[in-house]
């Protein structure tokens, strides 16, 4: 199965007679199954499969059982939004945490998602690419100054939260440093 673009990843895990099982209930499969019903874009459910995830995660095993049918357990993991709203890479210059207008422009497709869906929380998620003293301190501003935009744009600052984790967890698929230098924001509730 392909991995979630929206929302949570829901690993469903179920045993049976015959052995082990493992499936992946991804809100983009949902999203994309309700879309092609109803003809409106994905990204309008990426909420609602979120919070699908978070229904089936709370779930005990037996109410698992009896909804599913069969014994089964559930891991959710969170996914990033810059998936789910098709957004360019969201990057910094060199040492900066300046936004550039770039990420304006993408931040503002954040701004129109969060605006429609006023229960969404996220968390922004800044990222460098080097390890020096002052990596963490970068990557938290750069995540800061992503939230200060959403905030000047009329977001409730209490929707989003921020983090920076330096270069301590770059992208596998980075083909320079400058990949690296960037936000990820994922859907929190």
Do not use: W
């Amino acid at each position: 199965m392909q991995s979630s673009k929206t929302g949570l990843l829901v690993v469903l895990t179920t045993l049976s007679l015959s052995g082990i099982a493992s499936a992946q209930i991804t809100g983009d499969l949902i999203a994309s199954n309700i879309s092609a019903d109803t003809g409106r874009p994905q990204a309008a459910y990426a909420t609602y499969s979120e919070n699908l995830a978070v229904t089936l995660s709370g779930l005990s095993a037996e109410a698992l059982e009896r909804v599913l049918g069969t014994a089964a357990t559930v891991e959710v993991q969170p996914v990033l939004l810059n998936d789910a709203l098709g957004l360019e890479p969201i990057n910094f210059g060199f040492m900066s945490s300046s936004l550039p207008a770039a990420a304006k422009a993408e931040l503002d497709k954040v701004l129109e998602y969060l605006t429609e869906n006023p229960d969404a929380t996220i968390m922004i998620a800044g990222h460098t690419s080097l390890d020096y003293s002052g990596a963490v301190a970068l990557s938290e501003a750069r995540a800061n100054a992503a939230k200060l935009y959403l905030v000047e744009h009329g977001i409730d600052a209490g929707q989003i939260e921020t983090a920076g984790y330096g270069n301590s967890q770059p992208l596998a698929d980075a083909t320079s440093n400058s990949d690296n230098q960037r936000i990820e924001i994922s859907l929190t509730n």
